[in-house]
């Protein structure tokens, strides 16, 4: 396991508010070099009551009794299908190799609006319009990301990425809500000791937003120098109002672009004393239509640098992916979700 850094990340702050070719070098820059970056949270594109209205959703529904929770299970038909539901404590692991017992959280998956929402249990079910709403404020924000990208590559194609992300075909996007209940140590363990509640691992799609509040961080990515580094939740609280938005590279931009775009790994992790408290966030994993292939994009077809090579290897080692075979965004899901859940065996 790669030893803990004390030093955060340092993860830019871009404002989109006032798009240019700047903002996407802005962007560019920070994708190649980090895989993560921060979006000023202006308010405009998502806006901050709605993320508020929905972390307070989330609690209400986690609150429930799990009997309540359990009839929408994760993957079965009552909740909608694959990848949608509700996932129980230990229900998953992120790092089948590195957590014994699966992760110590719960999490609800809720696929795009496309016809319409899939079944959902109260209270959710009661506040479809807001669900709805900040689904599209985060695709919207996604494709910008996209556009931003295909702009600063100098794409011959500037549509490549945004071409593939349309909601108008099934796709693997998910909007997810976390819960990590209070943990706490028993007394043969040490409580300065982290505590992993999500496994290592990098993102299955292309783009990730993730939503935290104030006063609770955890999240952690490995570095270069394989070691773990704090992501803050505000970077900034004098200067920002509201935590901005973090987003990280997901194994597919990572895999398109032949590694430039950094797919990092990352997990959430307590020291003992700091894992007494319970904690919410909220991710929404944007991934491209289903029959979207996984080939290099027009023009980037090298491999930049041995970090990259050592990164997409490691991807393909996830879904015993084989050099030259051709994948479409939909099988490859299926693969890493079937080794997230033991799907199969």
Same mark, same amino acid.
């Given at each position: 396991m790669?030893? $803990?850094?004390?030093?955060?990340? =340092? *993860?830019?702050? *871009?404002? /989109?508010? =006032?798009?240019s070719p700047e903002t996407a070098k802005e962007v560019l820059d920070a994708a190649s070099t980090h895989g993560f970056l921060f979006i000023k949270n202006d308010g405009l594109t998502i806006p901050s009551e709605d993320i508020a209205a929905m972390f307070e959703l989330s609690k209400a529904f986690f !609150?429930?009794?799990? $009997?309540?929770? $359990?009839?929408y299970a994760i993957h079965s038909d009552k909740a909608g299908g694959l990848n949608r539901g509700w996932v129980r404590m230990q229900g998953e692991a992120l790092d089948p190799e590195g957590t014994k017992h699966g992760d110590p959280k719960? !999490?609800? =998956?809720?696929?795009?609006? *496309?016809? !319409?929402?899939?079944? /959902?249990? #109260?209270?959710?079910?009661?506040?479809t319009s807001l669900i709805t +709403?900040?689904?599209? &404020?985060?695709?919207?924000?996604?494709?910008?990301?996209l556009t931003h990208l295909g702009t600063a590559l100098s794409l011959p194609n500037p549509t490549w990425f945004t071409d593939r992300h349309?909601? &108008?075909?099934?796709?693997?996007? *998910?909007? +997810?809500m976390l819960y990590y209940p209070a943990t706490h140590c028993t007394s043969s363990e040490d409580s300065s000791e982290k505590r992993v509640?999500?496994? !290592?691992? #990098?993102d299955y799609g292309s783009l990730t937003l993730l939503f935290r /509040?104030?006063?609770?961080?955890?999240?952690?990515?490995?570095?270069?120098?394989?070691?773990? #580094?704090?992501?803050?939740?505000?970077?900034?609280?004098?200067?920002l109002a509201h935590p901005p938005i973090l987003v990280n590279i997901g194994d597919l931009l990572s895999f398109w672009t032949n590694g430039l775009l950094r797919s990092t790994v990352h997990r959430v992790a307590f020291d003992g004393a700091?894992? =007494?408290?319970? +904690?919410?966030s909220m991710a929404y994993f944007c991934h491209p239509v289903d029959e979207a292939r996984l080939e290099g994009v027009p023009g980037l077809e090298k491999v930049e640098g041995e970090g990259a090579r050592e990164e997409l290897e490691g991807q393909r080692k996830k879904v015993t992916w084989e050099e030259g075979e051709e994948l479409t965004a939909k099988e490859h899901l299926e693969r890493r979700l079937g080794v997230t859940y033991g799907l199969g065996k």
């Amino acid at each position: 396991m790669a030893p $803990s850094h004390h030093l955060e990340a =340092n *993860i830019p702050v *871009i404002d /989109l508010s =006032n798009p240019s070719p700047e903002t996407a070098k802005e962007v560019l820059d920070a994708a190649s070099t980090h895989g993560f970056l921060f979006i000023k949270n202006d308010g405009l594109t998502i806006p901050s009551e709605d993320i508020a209205a929905m972390f307070e959703l989330s609690k209400a529904f986690f !609150a429930q009794p799990e $009997s309540v929770k $359990s009839e929408y299970a994760i993957h079965s038909d009552k909740a909608g299908g694959l990848n949608r539901g509700w996932v129980r404590m230990q229900g998953e692991a992120l790092d089948p190799e590195g957590t014994k017992h699966g992760d110590p959280k719960e !999490a609800f =998956n809720i696929a795009p609006p *496309i016809p !319409a929402l899939q079944p /959902l249990p #109260s209270p959710l079910s009661s506040h479809t319009s807001l669900i709805t +709403r900040f689904q599209t &404020s985060c695709q919207t924000l996604c494709t910008t990301l996209l556009t931003h990208l295909g702009t600063a590559l100098s794409l011959p194609n500037p549509t490549w990425f945004t071409d593939r992300h349309s909601l &108008s075909s099934p796709s693997g996007t *998910i909007f +997810r809500m976390l819960y990590y209940p209070a943990t706490h140590c028993t007394s043969s363990e040490d409580s300065s000791e982290k505590r992993v509640l999500a496994g !290592a691992h #990098s993102d299955y799609g292309s783009l990730t937003l993730l939503f935290r /509040l104030p006063g609770q961080p955890g999240l952690e990515l490995l570095t270069p120098q394989k070691t773990w #580094s704090p992501v803050p939740v505000n970077p900034s609280p004098t200067t920002l109002a509201h935590p901005p938005i973090l987003v990280n590279i997901g194994d597919l931009l990572s895999f398109w672009t032949n590694g430039l775009l950094r797919s990092t790994v990352h997990r959430v992790a307590f020291d003992g004393a700091a894992g =007494n408290e319970e +904690r919410y966030s909220m991710a929404y994993f944007c991934h491209p239509v289903d029959e979207a292939r996984l080939e290099g994009v027009p023009g980037l077809e090298k491999v930049e640098g041995e970090g990259a090579r050592e990164e997409l290897e490691g991807q393909r080692k996830k879904v015993t992916w084989e050099e030259g075979e051709e994948l479409t965004a939909k099988e490859h899901l299926e693969r890493r979700l079937g080794v997230t859940y033991g799907l199969g065996k």
